[in-house]
T-cell receptor, first 114, second 117 residues
Framework: DSGVTQTPKHLITATGQRVTLRCSPRSGDLSVYWYQQSLDQGLQFLIQ???????AKGNILERFSAQQFPDLHSELNLSSLELGDSALYFC?????????????FGPGTRLLVL | AQKVTQAQTEISVVEKEDVTLDCVYE???????LFWYKQPPSGELVFLIRRNSFDEQNEISGRYSWNFQKSTSSFNFTITASQVVDSAVYFCALSEVNTGTASKLTFGTGTRLQVTL
């Protein structure tokens, strides 16, 4: 158990819909990362937050957005869903201290868009 | 841009055999971090090891060992006396250092290891 929690574990929805994925980082971790794992794209970085502020952006679509709240949990919002958005979405956290570069991953949310 | 190459898509071994998973990386950064993660059939990503670019010491942890060679930009992972429970997809990843703190991971495409009896 990495200490990172993600809800829900599975999500089935229809095209055009909007969903919210939630992540709680390990206790004490200030940084949260979102990754997408799909068969065709592999594991791709989406976005990083550090202590409530956006730190880095990767290949995140404009239809997707995220935020990190004062209690450090994070949410990833996916809207106008398409079939190609079906994937495993991971959240990871790290302390982001000078010597702590280790990212610990949650169990993932498996999204299926029908 | 950073890139991680895992040329072995799938490896199949018999239990107790040794197996090495290859990882080659590209980066322009002088300071970076390399990682290995394991993804068992259940789907979670399990952190195995981090290696700093300024530390080329090899590491051994039980049946696992890692060989980091900056000269060839490689960070290979060896499992000694493999077991069925080692069956998983293994990912190598590279992280840049952003203002001294952790940053995004760039993953390879993974190597699927199948260990049979």
């Amino acid at each position: 158990d990495s200490g990172v929690t993600q809800t829900p574990k599975h999500l089935i929805t229809a095209t055009g819909q909007r969903v919210t994925l939630r992540c709680s980082p390990r206790s004490g971790d200030l940084s949260v990362y979102w990754y997408q794992q799909s068969l065709d794209q592999g594991l791709q970085f989406l976005i990083q937050y550090y202590n409530g502020e956006e730190r880095a952006k990767g290949n995140i679509l404009e239809r997707f957005s995220a935020q990190q709240f004062p209690d450090l949990h994070s949410e990833l919002n996916l809207s106008s869903l398409e079939l190609g958005d079906s994937a495993l979405y991971f959240c990871a956290s790290s302390w982001a201290g000078a010597r702590d570069m280790d990212q610990y991953f949650g169990p993932g949310t498996r999204l299926l868009v029908l | 841009a950073q890139k991680v190459t895992q040329a072995q898509t799938e490896i199949s071994v018999v239990e107790k055999e040794d197996v090495t998973l290859d990882c080659v990386y590209e980066t322009r950064d002088t300071t970076y971090y390399l990682f290995w993660y394991k993804q068992p059939p259940s789907g979670e990503l399990v952190f195995l090891i981090r290696r700093n670019s300024f530390d080329e010491q090899n590491e051994i942890s039980g049946r696992y060992s890692w060989n980091f060679q900056k000269s060839t930009s490689s960070f290979n992972f060896t499992i000694t006396a493999s077991q069925v429970v080692d069956s998983a997809v293994y990912f190598c990843a590279l992280s840049e250092v952003n203002t001294g703190t952790a940053s995004k991971l760039t993953f390879g495409t993974g190597t699927r290891l199948q260990v049979t009896l």
